[in-house]
Every structure is written in structure tokens, then in C-alpha cells.
């Protein structure tokens, strides 16, 4: 796994024939369920805040399925920064499939004028994370690494391109900022993660906290006014899945050999059948 730079910068009907059709017409073969090939999603968030994968697309048997949401918004609290993605599209295709995003502002920590995650399967699979204008903590960042990391601060991580293969299948994940508790209760906040901390809270809580009355000195204040049960809160822009292409699919069967007849020894020969054309005699 490679660290990023910026470390330390800051803070997922087959019908049943009936008993008298099986008697008249014998066993029935059951329809085959289309196989998935491809999927994609754009957003989607875990944990503390629970949201299922939006737009999700999916290829089934190699056909193309595209799906789009305008915009994502989430909780951008008196102007203060949230969650802002535009112009989200999830495609896949067969053995391809990608996820796109305009406008990416997770919590202010990253942004982007877009990004693209994607896959494809041909060739033992490949797959990677586009990025145009985008920056991590206000400095600029071009196409990330494989798993790069970045480390906000014991409470924020920030993850890239991380990507996950197994024998047939590859997924790539474009972007994970994770919230992490039970680092440190005792610490105190640093003052960047106080600058986070109303940002966090209101994603979670859906209100900003009154600062006034319950101000937020230590680590434990933070955790304890976003989960007191301690669930951590992961948010995911950009995931592919593609299943890798068989390289022999398209290569035609050996024919079967067979192999020539030896007679054991002092066995005669067996006798071998000889085409002919005979006259035909009147």
C-alpha cells in the first residue's frame, strides 16, 4: 500500500412447473438467470449515516445499462461544506463499466471538477481513477496511485483507487473518506478537526451543534456527539466491478482423439472395411 504525500496534512421467477405438468411432459429445464458482467455505482454511505448505492448500473449478459442522477446534496449547512457531487452517471457494458461525477466536494477535503472510476476485464482485467482540477486539503492532486491513502488525522482517512482482484473478478473503488472512533478519547482536538467537527456532526446529525453549550474540546467530545455507540461513517464516491473476459471463449474445441486399435501380440489384425467403385458387367 502506498502513503500518500499528504499524510499528516490535516483532518450491494424462475417458475416451477406443476405437479401434473411434470408428470405429462417429464422434468423441465429451468430457465437460466442472465449473468452479471459488469456494475457501477456513484455514492453511496455506511455506518453512522446509511444510503444505498446511487445510481447503481448493472450489465447482465454483455447488454448496456446506463443510469443518472442529477445531483447529490447532503446537508451543506449554512453554507458551511457537506457533501456535493453533480451529474452522477453509473454505465456498464459487458465486461466494462465506469462511474462518473461533476462538481465532487466531499466535507471540503477533497474536491474535483470530475472524476471517473472504472474497469474492464479484457486482458486479465485493469482498472484505474481519473481525476481533472482536483485537490486534497487545497493542494492539487492528479491521478492517484493505487491504494493511496491519506491520512487527514487520527479521526479522517482519506482513500484512493483502492482496488480489489480475486480470479474473476476486479473492483476498483474511487474515493473512501472514513471517520474513525475510538482513536485517542482523551486527546484534544486539533485545530483543523475542530474545523471539521460542525461539518461532521451536521452530515450525521442533520443539524449543526450549539458550540456554545456543548463545546467540542477532546476527542471523546466529538465521538460522543456523533455515534455514542462508536459506529464509524464511511463514504464511497466511484466503485466499478467487472468480471474478467475468458481468455479461451472463443477458441474452438479440440476434437476428441482416438486412438488406432493395436492388436496383443499374436492377435491377428482386425479386419478394415475398403471402399471401392466396381464395374457394373451385363
Excluded at 462538481?103 to 482498472?127: I, N
Amino acid at each position: 500500500m502506498k502513503t500518500s504525500k499528504f499524510a499528516g496534512a490535516g483532518a450491494a421467477a424462475v417458475g416451477a412447473a406443476t405437479a401434473a405438468a411434470v408428470l405429462l411432459l417429464g422434468s423441465t429445464a429451468a430457465s437460466a438467470e442472465p449473468s452479471l458482467d459488469s456494475s457501477a455505482y456513484v455514492f453511496a454511505t455506511d455506518g453512522l449515516l446509511s444510503t444505498s448505492p446511487s445510481p447503481y448500473a448493472e450489465s447482465r449478459d454483455g447488454e448496456h445499462d446506463r443510469q443518472s442522477v442529477a445531483d447529490v446534496t447532503a446537508l451543506p449547512l449554512h453554507g458551511r461544506p457537506g457533501i456535493g457531487l453533480s451529474a452522477l452517471v453509473a454505465e456498464a457494458e459487458g465486461h466494462r463499466a465506469e462511474a462518473t461525477v461533476a462538481k465532487v466536494d466531499v466535507l471540503g477535503l477533497l474536491r474535483a471538477q470530475t472524476m471517473r472510476t472504472w474497469c474492464d476485464g479484457a486482458d486479465g482485467g485493469s482498472a484505474g481513477v481519473d481525476l481533472v482540477d482536483a485537490s486534497i486539503l487545497g493542494t492539487p492532486v492528479s491521478a492517484p496511485l493505487e491504494d493511496q491513502t491519506v491520512d487527514v488525522s487520527p479521526l479522517v482517512k482519506i482513500a484512493l483507487n483502492q482496488q480489489d482482484r480475486d480470479d474473476d473478478s476486479i473492483t476498483v473503488t474511487g474515493l473512501t473518506v472514513t471517520l474513525l472512533p475510538g482513536q485517542d478519547r482523551h486527546r484534544d482536538l486539533t485545530d483543523e478537526e475542530r474545523q471539521l467537527a460542525p461539518d461532521l456532526i451536521g452530515l450525521v446529525r442533520g443539524a449543526l451543534p450549539d458550540l456554545q453549550r456543548t463545546p467540542l474540546r477532546t476527542v471523546d467530545d466529538l465521538l460522543t456527539a456523533l455515534s455514542p455507540k462508536g459506529d464509524l461513517l464511511e463514504i464511497t464516491v466511484g466503485s466499478a466491478t467487472c468480471v474478467l473476459e475468458d481468455e479461451h471463449a472463443d477458441e474452438p474445441e479440440a476434437e476428441p482423439v482416438v486412438n488406432a486399435y493395436e492388436p496383443e501380440p499374436g492377435e491377428a489384425p482386425r479386419p478394415e472395411i475398403v471402399r471401392k467403385n466396381l464395374p457394373v458387367t451385363g
